[in-house]
C-alpha cells in the first residue's frame, strides 16, 4: 500500500507486525472464449498480440489494483503491448471481458467461474507458484516458461508493530488450528479459496517478496495515489 499511496500515516512494513497468511485465492488470466479469433492458450495468446500491436486492450479491476499489476508484469515479460482500461470493480471488468469490449483480464478466479464454466470466458493460466487444487488443468504461467508470473492474490493477519511476540504467535498458532479444520477448508473451497497457514515469519518473508516484486513496476508506471 505505501508504494501506491505515499501519504498513508502509517509504514505497512514499519507499524505492522505480521501474525499470518489465511488464505488465498487463484489469480488467473482469461480471454473472452466465444470468437474465431480466441486464443486457446498463452503462446497463441501472445502470437496475436505480437501479430497485431496496438489493437488489443486489457480490463482491470481498478487502477493500481493486483489486476492492474499484474498484466503490467506479464507485459514486461512477454515483450507486448496492451491499452489498459481500468473498470470499477470485477463485475464491471468481468463482464467488459465477456462482451469483447476488451481482451484479457486478470482477477481472482471466483470472479470468473461461472462464465468460465459457461464457455463465455477461457482460462490460459494462473498466476501462482503454488497451483490451485480447483484448477488442476489450468496450467501456471512458471510451466509455461514465466516463472517471475507469481502473483498470488491472498489475505492476512497483522498487528500492531508493539504487540508483544508471545501474542503474535499465540493468535498464529490458533489460526493455524481453524485453518486445519476439515469443515474450513471445505467452506473454503466452495468460496473459491485455499487456505495457506504457516509461521508469522512465513508472513513476514511474503510480504519482503510481494514489495521487491511490485516496487519496480509502480515506479515504472509512475502510480501514486492518494
Known amino acids: 500500500a505505501h508504494l501506491i499511496y505515499p501519504k ?8 505492522l507486525k505480521p501474525v499470518i497468511a489465511t488464505v488465498s485465492q487463484p489469480h488467473v488470466l482469461v480471454v473472452p472464449a466465444q470468437s474465431d479469433d480466441a486464443p486457446k492458450n498463452l503462446s ?4 496475436l498480440l505480437k501479430s497485431k ?3 488489443f486492450q486489457y480490463a482491470s479491476v481498478g487502477n493500481a489494483s ?3 499489476l499484474t498484466m503490467e508484469l506479464f507485459k514486461a515479460e512477454a515483450g507486448f503491448f496492451m491499452l489498459h482500461i481500468p473498470y470499477q ?40 507458484d503454488q497451483p490451485s487444487p ?17 502473483a498470488p492474490l491472498f489475505n492476512a493477519v497483522a498487528a500492531p508493530a508493539a504487540t508483544a511476540d508471545a501474542l503474535i504467535e499465540q493468535v498464529n498458532t490458533q489460526i493455524n488450528v481453524v485453518l486445519a479444520e476439515q469443515g474450513v477448508r471445505e467452506a473454503l473451497a466452495k468460496s473459491g479459496m485455499d487456505p495457506i497457514g504457516g509461521s508469522s515469519q512465513a ?12 516496487a519496480p513496476i ?9
Open 218 to 226: 509502480v515506479k515504472r508506471l509512475g502510480i501514486e495515489m492518494g
Open 89 to 128: 470493480g470485477g463485475p464491471a471488468a468481468v463482464l467488459a471481458t465477456m462482451q469483447h469490449q476488451v481482451h484479457a483480464l486478470f482477477t481472482a478466479y471466483v470472479n470468473v467461474q461461472a462464465p468460465v464454466q459457461q464457455g463465455r470466458l477461457r482460462l490460459l493460466a494462473q498466476a501462482q
Open 44 to 47: 497463441e495468446f501472445i502470437a
Open 66 to 68: 493486483a489486476s492492474h
Open 203 to 214: 508472513m513476514a518473508k511474503l510480504l519482503s517478496q510481494e514489495e521487491a516484486r511490485w
Open 53 to 55: 500491436p496496438g489493437r
Open 134 to 150: 480447483a484448477l488442476r488443468a489450468t496450467p501456471r504461467f512458471a510451466d509455461l516458461g514465466y516463472p517471475r508470473m507469481n
Open 8 to 15: 498513508l500515516s502509517y509504514h505497512p512494513l514499519r507499524d
